[in-house]
């Protein structure tokens, strides 16, 4: 998840930001309150009318799918016929947009045939995938991810285009009649109770009462796997909250041996996809801690490979530097 460089200005792409900038995820309103025009998480006035909730995206129309993105927001598929792993992203980036019915618009972006939107994406591998909100880039991902990590990301990137006030929706023949019959959502079972509602509670900014309900859904079922993970991210989500990435690296920089401040660091650089640096991190204070700081940190490092997914190839590795460690 790591930003798109500011060398697009070609593109008219306008600078770029980082999921990481949840950390600075305003405070709620206060019950009532109405929000301010145009501030973020303001409804949108209606749909917005697109051809298809799958577009194609050329170095000649990517403009108007910028100028799209200024309503709803626009996840870029970029992809080629050759590449296999893009056999096995795209059909869940289509089955997605058409399930999620207008609250984000795919652009496929065929590499081959669109040079100047390769260089601009830096997709230096393929499949690379973007969002595109309000008009600036954010790098999500490469390779190919299963259904549910990809649906974790877009969660986030639906947090960060409601804190920006890109909340339309778009209205496309495919996202209703007999289209939406045919969307592979049709006859899958729906979000447990608790964990939609954990959901909700995240939409809103309510981390605490997302943790609460995930632990609840973890005392019914410890085996649980999707209330651990969500468990895992709502966490980092609520440590940051409040918090700008210059008072925490500041207070890290300040106390190099306090855990806690680097602990910190840590958690920022795994919300702004710096993952082999939050390991690094943990792993080379462990040596000097007493047993409970070790423990925390053997805790927190299990905590970040939820947040990332088991499947992460970086998680083996550093779960064997981690062993090693330990005994």
Partial sequence: ??????????????????????????????????????APGTPAAGPVAVPSLVLEGTDANFGEILELSMSVPVIVDLWAEWCEPCKQLTPILEKLVLEYAGQFVLAKVDVDSNPQLTQAFQAQSIPTVAAVIGGQPVQLFSGALPEGQVREVL???????????????????????????????????????????????????DYDAAIAL?????????????????????????????????EIRSAAAAAPDDLQTQLAVADLDLSGGHIEDAFDRLLALFPAQEPAGRNLIRERILEMFEVIGQDDPRVPPTRSRLTALLY
Avoid: C, W
């Fill in 155 to 205: 969660h986030r990137v639906f947090e960060l285009a409601a804190q920006h006030g890109v909340t339309a929706m778009a209205a496309a023949p495919e996202a209703s009649g007999d289209a939406e019959a045919e969307a592979p959502a049709a006859g899958e079972p729906e979000l447990p109770p608790l964990h939609q509602e954990a959901f909700d509670a995240i939409d809103r900014g």
């Fill in 214 to 246: 995930y632990k609840t859904a973890l005392a019914r079922d410890p085996r649980d796997q999707m209330a651990v993970a969500g468990l895992a991210q709502v966490s980092l989500l609520a440590r940051l909250h409040g918090k700008t990435m210059a």
């Fill in 1 to 38: 998840m790591s930003v798109i460089p500011p060398s697009l200005s070609g593109m008219n792409l306008r600078g770029a930001v980082d999921l990481s900038t949840l950390v600075n995820r305003p405070a709620a309103p206060a019950p009532g309150a109405p929000p301010a025009p145009g």
